[in-house]
């Protein structure tokens, strides 16, 4: 595809926020996420509102949207997150709260046993949870059976939306118990599953 057709949904203004194609005003300036040259926003009646990247550039549409999305994940941990996962009680799925300073800090193209992980988020000087965002192409059978370290995997568009509500799409994490099972222990059999569970966690449990 010619530089000149490449279209994306997204860009930076020049205060580096990210713009939806339809938010944009024309005759503003935008930025490419990946290489910083300016796009233009171009609409009309056979396609949608978008940014058109420049013929001199050398990104490409989904180069731009996991450079955005990789972005967006690195400056997350500077927030509260939620991540969806799902009770070993009851088997549902809830949204579990990691306050800002759960990680401490997040890296990009961190290796991690033999293979390359998008995003690393660390606690204190320790890998934490693995990031791998999925636009084209997701992470493979033999590197989601391999990883040692918790991962998620996240659509780029979803991180993009918003960068701190994390709902992966597949993901190997510790076992987690709900705030609704934390809180119902009146059954004996409930509350003696939910000490054990607890109990056999890993010492690094926010995740």
């Known amino acids: 595809m010619s530089m000149d057709r490449l279209k994306?949904?997204?860009?930076?203004?020049?205060?580096?926020?990210?713009?939806k194609a339809q938010e944009a005003v024309?005759?503003?300036?935008?930025?490419?996420?990946?290489?910083?040259?300016?796009?233009?926003?171009?609409?009309?009646?056979?396609?949608?509102?978008h940014f058109s990247h420049p013929i001199s550039g050398t990104c490409t549409s989904e180069g731009?949207?996991?450079?955005?999305?990789?972005?967006?994940?690195?400056?997350?941990?500077?927030?509260?997150?939620?991540?969806k996962t799902e009770c070993d009680i009851c088997r549902k799925s809830f949204w579990k709260n990691l306050p800002q300073g759960t990680f401490t800090k997040a890296?990009?193209?961190?290796?991690?046993?033999?293979?390359?992980?998008?995003?690393?988020?660390?606690?204190?000087?320790?890998?934490?949870?693995?990031?791998?965002?999925?636009n084209t192409h997701g992470i493979g059978k033999k590197k989601a059976k391999e990883l040692s370290l918790n991962w998620i995997e996240v659509n780029?568009?979803?991180?993009?939306?918003?960068?701190?509500?994390?709902?992966?799409?597949?993901?190997?994490?510790?076992?987690?118990?709900?705030?609704d099972c934390k809180n119902n222990q009146e059954d004996p059999n409930t509350k003696k599953r939910i000490s054990s569970l607890l109990s056999a966690l890993s010492c690094y449990s926010k995740v």
């Open 8 to 19: 994306t949904p997204f860009a930076y203004n020049k205060h580096g926020k990210v713009v």
């Open 26 to 49: 024309k005759n503003q300036v935008y930025y490419c996420p990946c290489c910083d040259i300016k796009m233009v926003v171009k609409e009309g009646t056979k396609y949608r509102k």
């Open 156 to 179: 780029a568009s979803s991180v993009i939306e918003n960068n701190t509500m994390l709902n992966p799409i597949q993901a190997k994490l510790d076992k987690s118990v709900c705030y």
């Open 107 to 134: 890296q990009e193209e961190v290796r991690v046993d033999p293979y390359t992980c998008d995003i690393v988020f660390y606690s204190g000087n320790e890998p934490a949870l693995a990031v791998e965002i999925k």
């Open 64 to 83: 731009i949207l996991h450079r955005l999305a990789k972005n967006l994940l690195l400056k997350a941990i500077e927030e509260d997150i939620k991540l």
